[in-house]
């Protein structure tokens, strides 16, 4: 099996983009072929090859371990591992840790998780920056003796006046030409703690007037006196996530950083940095190649890290795994599926220009997927007694649903008869509007595996509310039977039987917004906010689902597919989610 994929995992399509064609050139000109380390070895070195294994090109997935990954980290995670993949290359999982005061164990774990139930497998290729934290403080003190780097003693604010703006260019300050041994004196005591929080940084030494504002002398080592999840107190510097990423990708071997859009002002600093360690032998040549594309942006939801936050400590959802936000423990326990996901990704494909994609492309993929292995069921969500006035009192018996109308090969269930049944209060109506075909008095239509059925009446209470419809059904005509056809009728309705469903509850979930851009211009995205995202009624399910094990997923036939809820569920008393409906409803 190809690097990266786990057993069962679809094979990556090959539509062409234009990081494909760019990789594609790469490898027709041997650019990365014969690739050999220089420079004097040491502890990130030995540490990023030791588990290498040989590949044509490498990519990597780089999340900070500060929160729960959302759809659009689904689009970069099959395309970094998917490239990797189609081209016989590795794709490292790599946590760029290098923010103490935000991240934390669970998020790593549930990362990890994710891009394993997505159906990837990074293999030996996992990594954190802080694995090269010796390295990146090496690197930081070579470029202050080379003259590439000084420790700045400005206030923050001062360091931003002196910045510039986008308009005007940035102006040196008093820190700027102190000597290098001076600098590299400073950092020492940095290292060693004995400067406070704020009192003074490390900047590249570059350009301070140069039109790109990431140019002028960007910060690439702070002060944090906080204790770290992984390297617990050895540091109170930490690097910056512009300078520690080049960094990680070089050590690693990283052919191709691929990157969103907003990296694509970094990149000048990306290349400057290689350049120099490259230059001072710390580093092998060829070095990595960051190219960037467009982010995904997704219609009536939020990806943005705040409003995510937001949404749940506000109590607007009920945790960061509520099915109706866009995190993938979300999707996952809604009824999402990884090849929906993956389907999903190759479709929209990738492009250098922002665009919007439409929610209905991600449920389109998730249908094509769950209609191709989603066993079928009856349930009646709105149920109404159906009573068939004529079939004895006591008597029941078997008919025969197909698990899969397109795979015969799942067989056939049982689905029991008898006198009362359930079905959905809106298959009865006693005066019909043009085109109704179901059931109303004096009208006949097919009861779905069983008998054809006529409507006699129905039985109201004081109210003036249906509570039971009347038929008789004609013994001749069940399904499966020679004389299933001598009767035709144009309604087909489903159903359940009273004396064995399975009562249930079920969330009826749709999109968290009701407008496809929450929040747009100066709106706060919480007006957006859809009062119907959840709805949870009580089902009336045919016997088979009584024994539902959580995450089994079905198609509840008329309705859409559902998922056993794996937190909620429990043995012989499941709780279905709505992962979607059968067709698109938001486009009316």
Aim: contains cysteine; negative net charge.
């Amino acid at each position: 099996m190809a690097k990266n994929a786990k057993p069962g995992a679809e094979p990556v399509a090959s539509t062409s983009n234009f990081i494909r064609s760019h990789i594609e050139a790469d490898l027709a000109a041997g650019q990365y072929a014969s690739r050999t380390w220089g420079g004097k070895p040491g502890p990130a070195r030995t540490h990023a090859t030791a588990a290498a294994d040989p590949a044509k090109i490498r990519t990597r997935f780089p999340p900070e371990p500060n929160g729960y990954l959302h759809l659009g980290h689904a689009k970069s995670i099959c395309l970094n591992f998917g490239l990797a993949l189609h081209y016989g290359g590795a794709c490292h999982l790599r946590f760029d840790d290098t923010n103490p005061e935000k991240e934390e164990q669970e998020y790593v774990d549930s990362i990890q998780d994710a891009v394993q139930w997505l159906g990837f497998d990074w293999g030996p290729n996992l990594y954190f920056a802080s694995d090269y934290f010796d390295f990146m403080y090496e690197a930081a003190e070579y470029l202050i003796t080379a003259g590439h780097a000084y420790v700045d003693e400005q206030s923050a604010e001062e360091m931003r006046a002196n910045r510039g703006t986008l308009t005007q260019p940035g102006r040196p300050g008093p820190w700027r030409d102190r000597p290098a041994a001076e600098s590299l004196a400073r950092l020492r005591e940095m290292r060693a703690g004995t400067h406070a929080e704020g009192s003074m940084v490390l900047r590249a030494k570059i350009d301070i007037a140069s039109p790109n504002i990431n140019l002028r002398d960007p910060t690439i080592y702070r002060i944090r006196k906080a204790t770290h999840h992984r390297t617990g107190d050895a540091w109170c510097i930490y690097p910056m996530y512009t300078y520690a990423h080049p960094v990680e990708d070089a050590l690693e071997q990283i052919t191709h950083s691929i990157c969103t859009l907003e990296f694509e002002d970094q990149r000048p600093f990306y290349d400057w940095l290689l350049a120099k360690l490259a230059d001072g032998g710390l580093l092998a040549q060829p070095v990595p190649q960051q190219i960037e594309f467009a982010r995904l942006n997704l219609t009536y939801v939020v990806l943005s890290k705040r409003k995510l936050i937001q949404l749940v400590d506000e109590k607007h959802v009920t945790g960061w795994d509520d099915p109706r936000l866009p995190t993938l423990v979300g999707a996952r326990r809604r009824g999402y599926t990884p090849e929906g996901f993956r389907r999903f990704a190759e479709r929209i494909g990738v492009s250098k220009a922002d665009s919007w994609i439409d929610y209905s492309v991600l449920e389109d993929c998730m249908r094509e997927h769950l209609n191709e292995v989603a066993e079928r069921r009856m349930a009646v969500l709105d149920p109404v007694k159906l009573i068939i006035d004529n079939y004895p009192e006591g008597q029941q018996e078997d008919c025969f649903a197909p698990n899969h109308p397109q795979q015969p090969e799942l067989g056939k269930r049982v689905v029991p008869l008898t006198r009362e049944l359930w079905i959905e209060r809106e298959d009865f109506a006693e005066t019909p509007p043009k085109g109704f075909f179901r059931l109303f008095p004096g009208n006949s239509a097919r009861l779905r595996y069983g008998y054809v059925v006529k409507c006699t009446g129905c039985d109201k209470d004081e109210a003036g509310n249906i509570v039971a419809v009347h038929c008789e059904y004609l013994p001749e005509t069940k399904s499966g039977t020679p004389g299933a056809e001598t009767v035709k009728v144009k309604g087909n309705i489903h159903w359940v039987s009273t004396a064995h469903a399975c009562a249930a509850e079920v969330r009826l979930y749709d999109r968290l917004f009701r407008e496809a851009h929450p929040g747009a211009g100066d709106r706060d995205f919480l007006l957006d906010l859809n009062p119907d995202a959840c709805r949870v009624i009580t089902a009336q399910l045919e016997s088979a689902l009584r024994s539902t094990a959580p995450d089994a997923r079905y198609q509840f036939e008329r309705h859409g597919y559902f998922i056993a809820d794996h937190k909620d569920s429990r043995p012989g008393t499941p709780v279905f989610n709505r992962t979607v409906t059968l067709r698109d409803s938001w486009t009316k």
